[in-house]
C-alpha cells in the first residue's frame, strides 16, 4: 500500500524559502509513476503546483513556474517542493501525492496527509 | 487555462437522498475529468478518473458521467459518511486544474 508524507517547517518567514519533503512508502519512486504536490488555502480550493518523474523531469503550474523547484531522491525515495519568495498568499496546505495514471497529467491517488505552511513574520 | 465550474456551491440533502454535482469545463477536456471527495482536516480522496471510472474500494453508489465541457457526479442513495465537499480535476489541458468544489452539506 502506497503511503506518502509531508515533512518540513510549518512556517516560514516572508520572502524567504519554502521547502516541504515526502517520503514515500510502500513503493519504489524509480519503478515510475510521477508525483505531484497540490496545495490548498485554509477555506479554499484547491491548486496544481507541479509534477515530477523519477528521471527528474518535471511540470510546473505557470503562475508559479518562475518560483518553484521540485526535486527528486530517489535514494531516498522522497521527492521535494522548494517555493521561493514566499508571501501571505502562499499559506497553505500542501499535499503530495501520486499521478495515478501513470502520465505526468493525470489524477492523484494516493495522497498524503497534508501540512500547513504559514507565512508569517 | 481550463476553468471548472462546479455547481451547486452546497447542496442540502437528507441521507438516502440522490445527489447530483455538476462540473462544467470552459473548453472541452475530452473525457479527463476526476471526481475527488474531501472531509474536514483529511487529503482529498480519488472516486472517480476519466469521467467514468469508480477508483479502487470506491462503493457502486457513487458514478460518474459526461464529456467535454459537461460532467456529473452522482451518489445514488447518500450515506452518512457522504456529506463532504466534492471537487473535480481535469487533465485534458496544462496546467491541471480543479473546480471550486461543491459540498453536500445535511439538511
Known amino acids: 500500500q502506497v503511503q506518502l508524507q509531508v515533512s518540513g517547517p510549518g512556517l516560514v518567514k516572508p520572502s524567504e524559502t519554502l521547502s516541504l519533503t515526502c517520503t514515500v512508502s510502500?513503493?519504489?519512486?524509480?519503478?515510475?509513476?510521477?508525483w505531484g504536490w497540490i496545495r490548498q488555502p485554509p477555506g479554499k480550493g484547491l491548486e496544481w503546483i507541479g509534477t515530477v518523474y523519477h528521471s527528474g523531469s518535471t511540470f510546473y503550474n505557470p503562475s508559479l513556474k518562475s518560483r518553484v523547484t521540485i526535486s527528486v531522491d530517489t535514494s531516498k525515495n522522497q521527492f521535494s517542493l522548494k517555493l521561493t519568495s514566499v508571501a501571505a498568499a502562499d499559506t497553505a496546505v500542501y499535499y503530495c501525492?501520486?499521478?495515478?495514471?501513470?502520465?505526468?497529467?493525470?489524477?492523484?491517488?494516493?495522497w498524503g496527509q497534508g501540512a500547513l505552511v504559514t507565512v508569517s513574520s | 487555462e481550463i476553468v471548472l465550474t462546479q455547481s451547486p456551491a452546497t447542496l442540502s440533502l437528507s441521507p438516502g437522498e440522490r445527489a447530483t454535482l455538476s462540473c462544467r469545463a470552459s473548453q472541452s477536456v475530452s473525457s479527463y475529468l476526476a471526481w475527488y471527495q474531501q472531509k474536514p482536516g483529511q487529503a482529498p480522496r480519488l472516486l472517480i478518473y476519466d469521467a467514468s471510472n469508480r477508483a479502487t474500494g470506491i462503493p457502486p453508489r457513487f458514478s460518474g458521467s459526461g464529456s467535454g465541457t459537461d460532467f456529473t457526479l452522482t451518489i445514488s442513495s447518500l450515506e452518512p459518511e457522504d456529506f463532504a465537499v466534492y471537487y473535480c480535476q481535469q487533465r485534458g489541458s496544462w496546467p491541471l486544474t480543479f473546480g471550486g468544489g461543491t459540498k453536500v452539506e445535511i439538511k
Open positions: 501525492a501520486r499521478d495515478g495514471s501513470g502520465s505526468a497529467s493525470g489524477w492523484f491517488d494516493p
Open positions: 510502500g513503493y519504489s519512486i524509480r519503478n515510475g509513476y510521477y
